[in-house]
């Protein structure tokens, strides 16, 4: 369908349904008020208050020199005027809006194509829509965009292009809810619904019907009702319930002829269809010929128009009517001349201004996707050469250290092992310790400690030593100080000197040497799990004892144990 609903409506956002008010009161109300009521008369059929709603809008935003307001007041204005008429009202707003940036000038455009479609100049149309979908895209409006891509939409449906056409007004109907406004969803649906019975796509119109009844009941606006009983009746007309298809038919024209004349004509080209179904050969050709006296008042054709002229030609040939049929043939020529210009230009001028560019345009935004995808494919694979890299090189680096690990505990055990034959009656503990008279105390002790002090305590630590009293719990600098009847400050200034070591590093030594003594000494002892072993050593947790294994010894106690294994098994 050309035209179901008037689609210069799209335009403008949410129509506001307003009650009626005198004319002479309009003073009282803001421009959006205004609006309201202007579309309100319009969509009524009452022309004559709807254009002194636009001319009081138009004075109005003049004296109070609103030049977005004035331009509001053009647009309001010409949609009522004829097209010469109308055409200077556009003019006028290309004028005022020329140095204002944002919708404009896509929406002059916009405008002057519908106005251009409205009145069946379809080249002009398409023109004018081409360069508005340009300067959208130049502005980057979305919403500007939707409007252009929706009406080039209609012209594809209009020529027969429905199923390109389908794919525009599917597209918003179900991704446009950000871009139009509840008004515009509902003539997207229409437009779909047009487009789905001529490429007999009739359940999902069959659904959007009924889907779109139930939006016109729920907005008690019985005139949203008319294009839906008009789709309806099409429906029906598909399915060939030809009877049904004339009742809503013939009702929905009585009702589309006192508001628009160029959608009546489509329920009366669909009417005549349904008689021709029905065998009703004279209301048939009584409908056609109802068709062609309006078709001759507006000028406005349509591509379907052919068939009808070719059924009543057919007609009074068969009548011998030669009178009416030379008459339907003049005609049948005048429209067909028309619409072949109008087709052939759309056919030539819509794949190559609008179709190519677009295709193009898709081209190009594939190609940067590629190439962004491929961009990211490469930072991908890069950054999988890197982590891989990365493992590579610490699985090098831990089998180095575990190799380093494996040659230090070789080298302990070896040399405890050695220890032991050299000196078969030594302790556990592997220290050995000089005879305190052969340390030369003075050299080492700090002057503040006596000398006997220094004496007792290095003799008192031997004993610690030697007893392995260090492996009891909860050993402290103070508690092995109170022990040996010493202070703090003398014991710690002795370890530091004379063990060159901190007294926690101190401690941690000798249950390591110890450790590592006992562990390859006895089997049993190594039998036991992790958490006995650091009791046994004195350590409040395991960990604690690992660490400062690690710490000391520069290899693992799990690879000790190993490498004490290897040992005993080849033995």
């Known amino acids: 369908m050309k035209n179901i609903f008037p689609i210069i409506i799209l335009l403008f956002g949410n129509l506001v349904y307003a009650q009626r008010s005198k004319i002479d009161s309009l003073y009282e109300f803001k ?9 309100d008369y319009s969509d009524h059929n009452k022309v004559s208050q709807a254009k002194q709603i636009a001319k009081y809008y138009l004075q109005k935003a003049k004296k ?23 055409l200077k009202y556009i003019d006028s707003l290309a004028i005022i809006t020329k140095n204002i940036k944002g919708i404009y000038p896509t929406k002059t455009y916009l405008l002057k194509g519908n106005l251009y479609y409205k009145y069946d100049n379809l080249k002009a149309a398409l023109d004018n829509y081409i360069l508005a979908l340009k300067y959208a895209k130049e502005q980057n409006d979305k919403k500007q965009i939707a409007y252009a891509n929706m009406s080039i939409a209609y012209i594809n449906s209009y020529i027969g292009k429905n199923a390109e056409a389908a794919k525009i007004f599917r597209y918003y109907l179900y991704n446009g809810n950000d871009i139009i406004d509840d008004y515009e969803h509902n003539q997207m649906r229409i437009a779909l619904i047009s487009c789905y019975l001529e490429i007999n796509k009739l359940d999902s119109a069959n659904i959007l019907i009924k889907e779109g009844q139930k939006y016109a009941i729920v907005g008690k606006n019985k005139y949203d009702l008319d294009p839906y009983s008009y789709l309806s009746g099409t429906y029906d007309l598909k399915l060939k319930k030809y009877n049904t298809a004339i009742t809503k038919l013939s009702k929905v024209y009585d009702n589309l002829i006192k508001i628009n004349e160029t959608n009546a004509n489509y329920a009366l080209f669909n009417l005549g269809k349904a008689y021709q179904g029905a065998k009703n050969k004279g209301k048939a050709v009584e409908t056609y010929s109802k068709l062609d006296s309006n078709v001759q008042k507006s000028n406005i054709t349509f591509p379907d128009l052919r068939e009808a002229y070719t059924y009543l030609i057919d007609y009074y040939k068969e009548k011998n009517d030669k009178e009416k049929q030379l008459y339907y043939i003049d005609r049948f020529l005048k429209v067909d001349k028309k619409l072949d210009e109008q087709l052939q230009y759309a056919f030539t001028e819509l794949p190559k201004k609008y179709d190519t560019p677009k295709l193009l345009e898709e081209k190009e935004n594939i190609i940067s996707d590629l190439k962004g995808r491929k961009r990211i494919l490469y930072v991908a694979i890069s950054a999988l050469l890197l982590i891989l890299l ?14 380093q690990h494996r040659k230090i505990a070789q080298d302990l055990i070896n040399s405890i092992e050695r220890k032991n034959v050299e000196t078969p009656q030594a302790t556990l503990a592997p220290m050995q310790f000089q005879n305190i008279e052969q340390v ?8 503040t400690i006596p000398e006997d002090v220094t004496k007792f305590i290095l003799k008192e630590l031997e004993i610690f030593e030697k007893q392995e009293h260090f492996l009891k719990k909860g050993i402290t600098l103070s508690s092995l100080a109170q ?8 014991l710690s200034e002795v370890i530091n000197s004379y063990k060159e070591k901190s007294f926690t590093t101190y401690l941690n030594d000798l249950r390591v040497d110890y450790a590592l003594k006992r562990l390859i000494e006895d089997k049993r002892f190594r039998s ?8 046994e050593l004195g350590y409040n947790n395991a960990q604690a004892f690992t660490a400062a294994f690690k710490k000391k010894t520069q290899t693992t106690l ?9 040992t005993q098994t080849i033995k």
Request: hydrophobic share 30%; charged share 30%.
């Open 31 to 39: 421009y959006p008020e205004l609006k309201n009521k202007f579309f």
């Open 64 to 86: 109070e020199n609103n030049t977005i307001e004035i331009a509001e007041g053009y647009t309001l204005i010409h949609l009522n005027e004829d097209c010469p008429t109308a």
């Open 390 to 403: 990365s493992l590579l090189y610490l699985y090098y680096k831990a089998k180095k250290n575990e190799k």
């Open 440 to 447: 030369d105390i003075e050299d080492r002790a700090t002057k």
């Open 483 to 490: 022990s040996i009847n010493t202070n703090t400050t003398y």
């Open 528 to 535: 036991y799990k992790l958490a006995v072993i650091a009791d």
């Open 558 to 566: 799990s690879t000790y144990l190993k490498e004490i294994e290897k």
